[in-house]
T-cell receptor, first 116, second 110 residues
Framework: DTEVTQTPKHLVMGMTNKKSLKCEQH?????MYWYKQKAKKPPELMFV???????INESVPSRFSPECPNSSLLNLHLHALQPEDSALYLC???????????????FGPGTRLTVL | EDQVTQSPEALRLQEGESSSLNCSYT??????LFWYRQDPGKGPEFLFT???AGEEKEKERLKATLTKKESFLHITAPKPEDSATYLC???????????FGTGTSLTVIP
């Protein structure tokens, strides 16, 4: 099973709201990722967790706050977002680099976020 | 600096008309090259991982090949359901990070 699940599928929020995106995988992967994707652009890396520790933060604004409560779950907490943050948010997972047979990243279906 | 370039940006094919998509890369020590298919509004769907020059992988109408500088995704006798954006990504020896190309948008006309 190579499934990564994400909830919700769609989210509309105002600029003063606080919301969270959730991601779950049961493949035993110990690396998990958040990407942001704008229309007709490739995914843009935001955060990487390796063994539940934040290993890469691509200079993402503090209104995005990631959390990895255990090896299967990844959250992205959103607060005071701007309209330009509207995008498809993708979660992915893989074996950590050098630790698995393959480093292939498996993606979830994404959360379509609209900020009004 | 690690870099990935995909061409063409867009490709329109008649059903049954075979063609190839290109992914050129520069990376400090290739760890893996990955092909994904992405439908509008959905997450990328994994197709292939290639690790070393000369490697080839096939799945239905798709075949991926790898040289030291580029990869090709060959589509044989495509069908309308093959219409999607095809993304290429590379991973270097420095860690987990993927570098994505900008994708090729494929449209197959019945």
């Amino acid at each position: 099973d190579t499934e990564v699940t994400q909830t919700p599928k769609h989210l509309v929020m105002g600029m003063t709201n606080k919301k969270s995106l959730k991601c779950e995988q049961h493949m035993g992967h110990r690396a998990m990722y958040w990407y942001k994707q704008k229309a007709k652009k490739p995914p843009e890396l935001m955060f990487v967790y390796s063994y539940e520790k934040l290993s890469i933060n691509e200079s993402v604004p503090s209104r995005f706050s990631p959390e990895c409560p255990n090896s299967s779950l990844l959250n992205l907490h959103l607060h005071a977002l701007q309209p330009e943050d509207s995008a498809l948010y993708l979660c992915a997972s893989s074996h950590p680099s050098g630790r698995g047979v393959t480093d292939t990243q498996y993606f979830g279906p994404g959360t379509r976020l609209t900020v009004l | 600096e690690d870099q990935v370039t995909q061409s063409p940006e867009a490709l329109r094919l008649q059903e049954g008309e075979s063609s190839s998509l290109n992914c050129s890369y520069t990376v400090s020590g290739l760890r893996g090259l990955f092909w994904y298919r992405q439908d509008p509004g959905k997450g990328p769907e994994f197709l292939f991982t290639l690790y070393s020059a000369g490697e080839e992988k096939e799945k239905e109408r798709l075949k991926a090949t790898l040289t030291k500088k580029e990869s090709f995704l060959h589509i044989t006798a495509p069908k309308p359901e093959d219409s999607a954006t095809y993304l290429c990504a590379v991973q270097g020896n420095t860690g987990n990070q993927f570098y994505f190309g900008t994708g090729t948008s494929l449209t197959v006309i019945p």
